[in-house]
Each structure stands twice: as C-alpha cells, then as structure tokens.
C-alpha cells in the first residue's frame, strides 16, 4: 500500500475517500526526533471545545546567530496572531492524533518565536508567515523535508511558467506550474482554529493553477524548483492559500526578509534567473494601478498576470472569478490596451486543516 501511496503521491494526484481528503501516512506519521519537515503538525493552543487544526512544519530557517527556527504561516504557528511566544509547538498536528484533537503520542519540537502580525482591517499584506525556535535534537539540522530532501539557500523569484513542487501534511509531493505573478487576492478563513470570520486581502502574491498542488492541512509547506537531474531546489514561496482550482503563496524573499532569516542548506547554488519580460513587466505595473478597482469588481475574488490563453505568449491581466453564475459581459475586455483574461477559481481561503474534537 506504502509504493502505491508514494505513486499517487509523486504524481500529485489526491486520495479521497467518502468525499474528504485522505492524508498520505508519510507526512502525518509521528515521527521519532530529529523529525524532518514537510510534517503535520500544530500549536498546541490551537484546539477548543469544538475543534482543533492542523497545518504544516514547512521548513527550517535561520537567524544571524545561527540559531534554528521551523518556518510556517501566521494561521499555523501563531493562531492567526492569537499566538503568544514561548507557545509549544507538537508534531504531529491534531487532526492527525488517535484519538482525533488529543496529544497522544505527540512531541514538542518547537517554541513560538515571531510571526509577522495580519491585517484584517482592509490594509494590504505581503505575507502569512511565522518561525518557531527549534528545541535541540527534535528537528533535523540539514533541514531535510520529507520527500524533497535538503536545499539550497539560494531562492528563486516566482514567474510564469517555473515549475515547482512541494511536500506537505495532507498531499504529500506534488508539482505544478507557476500560472500567474504580482497576484492580489482576498483570502478567507482566519480566526479561532482556522473557522474564523477573519479576511485578509493579500497583495505581490503568486498562483499555482492547479486542482491537486494542495488541500487543506498544506497551509506553511515550502515550495521549491523542481531540480533537474544532480541539483539540489531552491526555495520559491510559502503556502499559505488556495481554492477548488488553485494554490496561493507569498514569494520567499519577502518571507525571509520579513522575519529576518535564511534557509539552512548543504548548497549554495546560483540559478540562472532571467529578468522579467519588459512586457510583462509593464502589464504587472499597469495591474498595480488598477488594484482596487480591478478586486471590487462583481465576482472577482483576485487578480494577476499571466500569459493569454490563446497560446500567444501574450502578458495578460486575468481576474479571478468566484464562480461560474460571474457576468463576465459586465467585466472588462482591456485596460489601456491590455487584454483581459478571465478563469474560475472559486474563492480562496487559509490551506489549514480543521477537525471535530472527539466526543467526551
């Protein structure tokens, strides 16, 4: 059973069993210490009467002082910025205990550090991004990520087209494609044990356009270039996001220079990034200017920029749309000459696994 799971899992399909999401054992197991990454896992304050949540441990950071700290999202490690620091942090989560939202079983790994603090009043965000210190011998040191293996340090700026993968609590390894940059998105979902009312709108962000890249329970895996033969990956984005269609993500380096670290890595590779398309880059300024108007549009649940889908190459501005019931004859066809592109995605919300407690 083992082989056929990491078949599924390799080819990024997902097990669904009576209409839910069925995790793959490797990334819920409870590991023995120093665990790697890509795991489930949670706060151990993320629990209530009710239900309790689960996320992912995505990956392993570092300060200036060289001390050791899990990377994940905000929803994840710090509640939602509930999370007060010193928090325990267990692996594996508690959706994935037996008994259901129990401790049984479970190790701390790690201590809440510092989380960069989410706007839920209107105010754009860049990020949904938390570090927890490590405790000594509870977590891999090389930063080794279940099914992905170590990295490189160096990181790669997201961009239409770059092939990517990641492994995380409930899917485990799947790839996907990058299909849209500079992404603004409003995302639903946060608050007490990811059931909140809470939205957060989330601008500079990128889009894997893809059913299976992720599921909820994936929310903090790091994704990664999909390295060719001999390479090691390097680190692209944080998952925090997604809907029905798609994967939302915050570009790494405004994750590592929010929270002032960087990743731990056997290799210091230097990619070879070309510069943006000068035409690409003038769609993604013109989208700027037209942000707001562009989100408060009927339907429109987020935007970015993408190539058309005539197969032109062509940079293109495309919406977001809620659900297929969107007027599109009311939205429009160009901006200042730009085409405008449209793509149901359904709407986005946190990527953080949530569970009934067990009957007492």
Known sequence: MKKYLSQFAASGLVLVFWGATLAFAGNTAQQKPPIKLGTSGSNVNDINASFCCTGTLGSLVKDTSGNLYILSNNHVLARSNAGKTGEDIMQRGYVDTVPVCSKTGTINVATLSKFVTLNFSGGNNTVDAAIAKVISGEVSTNGTILEIGTLSATTVSP??????????????????????????????????????????????????????????????????????????????????????????????????????????????????????????????????????????????????????????????????????????????????????????????????????????
Do not use: W
């Open 159 to 360: 961009s239409v087209g770059l092939k990517v993968e990641k492994s995380g609590r409930t899917t485990a390894l799947t790839t996907g494609s990058i299909g849209a940059i500079n992404v603004t998105v409003t995302v639903s979902g946060y608050g007490p044990c990811g059931l909140g009312t809470e939205t957060a709108k989330f601008v500079s962000q990128f889009q894997i356009n893809s059913s299976t890249f992720s599921s909820s329970g994936d929310s903090g895996s790091l994704i990664v270039t999909q390295p060719s033969a001999g390479k090691t990956p390097n680190p692209v984005g944080l998952l925090f996001a997604g809907s029905s269609t798609s994967t939302i993500a915050n570009p790494i380096s405004s994750v590592l220079t929010a929270l002032g670290v960087s990743f731990v890595s056997t290799a210091m590779e230097a990619p070879l990034e070309a510069p943006m398309d000068p035409e690409l880059e003038r769609v993604s300024q013109l989208k700027d200017r037209y942000d707001d108007y562009l989100l408060n549009l009927p339907g429109v649940v987020g935007h970015g920029v993408s190539l058309s889908q005539d197969g032109s190459g062509r940079p293109v501005i495309v919406l977001f749309l809620k659900d297929s019931n969107v007027p599109v004859e009311n939205l429009p066809v160009t901006i200042e000459g730009v085409s405008v592109e449209t793509q149901i995605t359904g709407e986005f919300r946190t990527r953080i696994n949530c569970s009934h407690a067990a009957e007492k």
